[in-house]
């Protein structure tokens, strides 16, 4: 604020004890003003020209009320909130993300929520009592600040008010006792909320309405947690144990808990010994004597759908157990920190509104969640929709944790809806820019000016092409080659400048870091950045000036490095080619010009960097990618294929490697303490159980020594007549592998940077500054390697450097799960009306099931042997877990199911639950009396499938993002229906995530 009157300056001195043990003392000044203003619009007391608040009721919430009831504050008719500086300063040393979303609230005009400085303001700041608390000293400035807001509003209109919100006895009774109009959130939300649907988004933590709840669901099996204290005690004395409890995905009364810093086997945690925790929850765990082990069930929930393969890693893979024998078992008895959420799903219909009497059973879309009660006053209007709940509380006498609904997303079943529901459940931000990161971009007209020259180095004589998928338009690499007079090549990879546009500490280098990726979906795309910049500015579109990050080696025709530059740059592409494209220029004998003989000694190289980094023990991986034909006025998909790969997606995916590991190098040398760079962790042996076991059991020999000798191994297990069982190991061993992750490289010793599916000592990500912040960092450090840009502080800091990796790896790893997610929606979509009969290939053997890929459309799920409606009786299943067989047993015969037989297997949506659709896989062959659906359609050929296996997976390399084809089509076309998830949203076709 602007017309200063008066200061006055208090001081407070104390000595504090460093993290090293150190003491220090410490000297703070505080300052107070008598220039902060109420903002009420027409206060006489205030002299300021216009307010945030209007004259009526103004709402001034305690800090638990902002923690617990953000849901209603952001409800839409909730206006004229003042947020106290104490308790702004309570809820960001309590919850930060709490703290941004009340900050969002502020910054937003039409909600006037104004953020009041009353720790600063002289006549609302207070002194601490002499033996007074610090939580009630701030409950004090609280009342204080209501009390003066109160006695300005009434100068204003006596019909004015001001209310406290606090669901805290003492606080209301001395603010009652004070004459602050005052009420407990629940009460005033039930008297005098501006909308009847603020009610249900009441976080109910009153006893009241806890016991409302249990009265339905009350249970006696669950023991008290134990506290705080009772718990360090515990773990010091290593009576417990602590770490992540992970609920398997075949089976949600089975989980599993990995002691947090060993090598120790994870700890079984059975049903009822899960205690209230969920999945995701940081828990102590008491391991239980040996006589009360015992083992997985091996069986699969009937309730278990399908799921796309595209890639897999150990980490989102249950964890792997030997059934044939008991293993350490334990129980919950607490929680260290929950990870609780706000979750997508719907109401069970089959609630009995009679006896619940609003009282709702809402099922999550996360499936390991146990069902959650809610209170609704209009119960009818959540019915056939998709919703948003938070968990409020699990109470130990309850058998469903008590929640309260949020908001409504939309009816079950619309594509907009349900790709919402995606994109919330991966806590993906899909939000439309905001202006101050709009206010960042450039004009549209933007040009290359003279004045650019002179900083960059003028490529565009070069003959410079890209190599994309169908209709790209992220563009954020291109390829040039050149013959040198001394018979070498100069071969060059030039990359979008990003950081050119995006300055460092800026509000769109802020948004940028945030949103970490771009997530593809399958009908849409969510930019990292604006779409000015990724689809236009940036990207290296034919014909058009624009500013690159060059890599640019001279390279001997035996592919051999002898030097390596890196410049800022400014080319000119010739073409933006599709891949398809390329690979015709190189197959035409009658094409000769330079842009075509280019392309061709581009790829001579590329397979010989491909065969070398397969010697050195690169792992050549597979999975089944699929793509969608989207119709052109519906947008639904009306055809899903393999993809398909030629020579060139080797190309370009070679130079990328390269470029990467190039990039790594260089940002590693100048940089040893904060390069961004990216590895790929060893398995550990017990990852590799299930591959191993799968190959015995069809007389394949493994070895896991290393990357190349499994490497090795997979190559030679082409067993005759059997053309697709080296591409399903392969697949096999993709879900074996850890996640790879950026890290800054002063936080990890030397030895641990290898990247194992890469067998490359060192490597990053440099290529996809359009879509990665990883590799915008990384172009910040090569430019300030070579001396282009300065540097900045936190680029210098490992530790901010190692927590935005952190980031970023999270986002990284939510946006794979997005794309998965958004596929197995679409091929829902696509399933629905249909009915198909298609050839498949066992891949894992449990009790009551087995697990079936189909490769023709990426679907992996269960298939239930259960007797037809006709049939003469259930079979008998015989399970055998070292063999990884079931016998299944009829009256009229017996039929051996392994893992890997080749199977056909009936297709279809069972819509049986019309909130919850699913796909479902029923058995064709072998024909199994009783069991098996007759035969009514010819499906491909084994030998046509098992090429289109190969043909999709030819190029596919290891380690999650890292180990899939460096491009591919990820996005449908455009959609011209309103999206509902934000305007940022590109629905282009664009490309997959590269190297």
Request: a neutral charge; aromatic letters at 6%; proline letters at 5%.
């Amino acid at each position: 604020h602007v017309g200063l009157t008066s200061i006055m300056l208090r001081g407070k001195k104390f000595a504090k004890k460093t993290r090293k043990g150190a003491v220090v003392n410490v000297h703070q000044e505080h300052y107070l003003r008598d220039d902060i203003f109420c903002e009420i619009q027409g206060c006489t007391k205030c002299h300021h020209a216009k307010g945030k608040l209007q004259a009526e009721t103004i709402l001034i919430p305690d800090t638990n009320v902002v923690l617990h009831q953000l849901d209603v504050l952001e409800h839409k008719s909730i206006t004229n909130v003042v947020l106290c500086s104490t308790v702004m300063d309570e809820v960001k040393h309590r919850s930060l993300a709490s703290y941004n979303r009340i900050r969002t609230l502020i910054t937003n005009e039409e909600k006037r929520f104004l953020g009041f400085a009353n720790e600063h303001n002289r006549e609302t700041y207070i002194e601490a009592n002499p033996g007074e608390s610090p939580n009630d000293r701030n409950d004090r400035a609280i009342r204080v600040c209501a009390a003066w807001y109160q006695e300005h509003a009434k100068n204003i209109s006596e019909s004015s008010n001001v209310i406290l919100l606090t669901n805290d006895a003492g606080n209301l009774k001395l603010a009652t006792e004070a004459g602050i109009a005052c009420y407990t959130v629940h009460e005033w939300a039930r008297r005098f909320a501006p909308a009847p649907e603020v009610v249900d988004l009441l976080s109910h933590a009153s006893d009241a309405y806890e016991n409302a709840m249990i009265k339905e669901d009350e249970v006696d099996h669950f023991t008290a947690h134990l506290g705080e204290k009772e718990l360090q005690v515990g773990f010091k004395t290593k009576k417990f144990v602590q770490g992540v409890l992970r609920v398997s995905r075949d089976n949600t009364q089975e989980a599993f808990v990995k002691p947090r810093g060993s090598e120790d086997e994870p700890i079984f945690v059975p049903g009822i010994n899960m205690n209230r925790a969920v999945d995701g929850d940081v828990v102590a765990v008491q391991l239980l004597g040996k006589a009360d082990w015992c083992r997985p069930s091996g069986m699969i929930e009937r309730n278990e759908t399908t799921r796309l393969v595209i890639e897999g890693n150990q980490e989102e893979e249950d964890v792997i157990a030997n059934e044939s024998e008991p293993i350490p078992t334990g129980r919950v008895i607490g929680i260290v920190r929950r990870r609780w959420r706000p979750y997508c799903g719907i109401i069970l219909n089959d609630v009995d509104q009679a006896n619940s009497k609003h009282h709702l059973l809402f099922r999550s879309k996360e499936k390991t969640l146990p069902q959650i009660r809610i209170k609704s006053q209009t119960p009818e209007a959540l019915a056939g929709q998709q919703l948003v709940v938070c968990i409020d509380g699990w109470p130990q006498n309850s058998k469903y944790p008590v929640g309260h609904y949020v908001r409504t997303l939309g009816p079950i079943g619309d594509v907009d809806t349900e790709t919402e529901v995606v994109l919330l459940e991966h806590a993906v931000p899909f939000e439309a820019f905001s202006k101050g990161v709009l206010s960042c971009l450039p004009e549209p007209s933007w040009r290359v000016a003279d004045q650019d020259l002179s900083r960059r180095e003028d490529l565009r004589h070069l003959d410079v092409c890209s190599i994309d998928p169908p209709g790209c338009t992220d563009i954020d690499d291109a390829l040039h080659v050149v013959d040198l007079p001394n018979g070498n090549y100069e071969v060059g990879v030039h990359i979008a400048d990003v950081s050119h546009f995006i300055k460092p500490n800026t509000a769109m280098d802020k948004e940028a870091a945030k949103r970490g990726t771009t997530v593809y979906l399958s009908n849409r795309r969510i930019d990292m950045v604006p779409g000015l910049l990724s689809s236009n500015l940036c990207s290296l579109r034919g014909g058009e000036e624009r500013f690159a990050f060059s890599c640019i080696w001279e390279m001997t025709p035996e592919a051999d490095i002898v030097s390596t530059r890196f410049t800022k740059s400014i080319i000119r592409s010739r073409a933006a080619l599709q891949y398809s494209e390329a690979q015709m220029r190189i197959d035409d004998a009658t094409d000769n010009t330079n842009l075509t003989v280019g392309i061709r000694t581009l790829n001579s190289l590329a397979k010989i960097l491909k065969k070398r980094r397969i010697q050195d023990g690169a792992l050549m991986l597979a999975s089944t990618e699929v793509r969608f034909r989207m119709d052109n006025e519906t947008h639904d998909p009306v055809d899903v294929q393999l993809k398909q790969t030629y020579d060139t997606n080797s190309l370009v995916e070679e130079f990328m490697l390269l470029a990467n590991v190039s990039s790594a190098r260089e940002v590693h040398r100048h940089f040893p303490q904060c390069a961004v760079l990216r590895r790929h962790p060893s398995p550990p042996p017990s990852n590799f159980e299930p591959l191993l076991k799968a190959a015995a059991a069809a007389g394949v020999t493994l070895s896991t020594a290393s990357s190349k000798e499994l490497a090795v191994s997979l190559d030679q297990a082409q067993p005759v007549g059997q053309p697709y069982l080296s591409t399903l190991l392969r697949i096999l061993a993709t879900r074996c592998m850890l996640p790879a992750k950026y890290f800054s490289s002063g936080t990890v010793v030397q030895s641990e940077f290898s990247h194992y599916g890469l067998a490359s000592p060192i490597y990053t990500h440099f290529t996809s500054p359009i879509r990665r912040y990883a590799d915008l960092l990384v172009h910040r450090l090569l430019a300030a390697c070579i001396g282009a840009e300065a540097t900045y502080p936190d680029l210098l800091n490992k530790d901010k450097v190692a927590s935005v990796c952190d980031n970023l790896n999270v986002r990284n790893r939510m946006a794979q799960y997005a794309a998965r997610a958004s596929l197995e929606l679409h091929t829902c979509i696509f399933f629905r009306g249909r009915v198909l009969q298609r050839e498949g290939y066992i891949t894992r053997v449990r009790k009551n099931a087995v697990q079936v890929l189909v490769p023709a459309f990426g679907l992996e799920g269960p298939v239930y042997l259960d007797m037809l409606q006709d049939g003469d009786g259930a079979p008998e299943l015989e399970y055998d877990t070292e063999a990884m067989t079931l016998n299944v047993v009829t009256a009229k015969e017996t039929t051996l199911l392994r893992v890997f037989d080749r199977v056909i297997v009936q297709i279809e949506v069972d819509s049986s639950n019309v909130q919850q659709e699913k796909m479902l896989l029923r058995m064709v062959q072998p024909a199994i009396s009783g069991v098996s659906l007759p035969l009514t359609q010819v499906p491909d050929s084994e030998a046509k499938t098992s090429k289109a296996i190969k043909d999709s997976s030819a190029s596919m390399d290891v380690t999650n993002d890292d180990v899939t084809s460096l491009k591919g089509d990820k996005a449908g076309k455009k959609s011209k229906k309103k999206s509902k998830v934000g305007s940022n949203d590109s629905t282009p076709k664009t490309k997959k995530p590269k190297q």
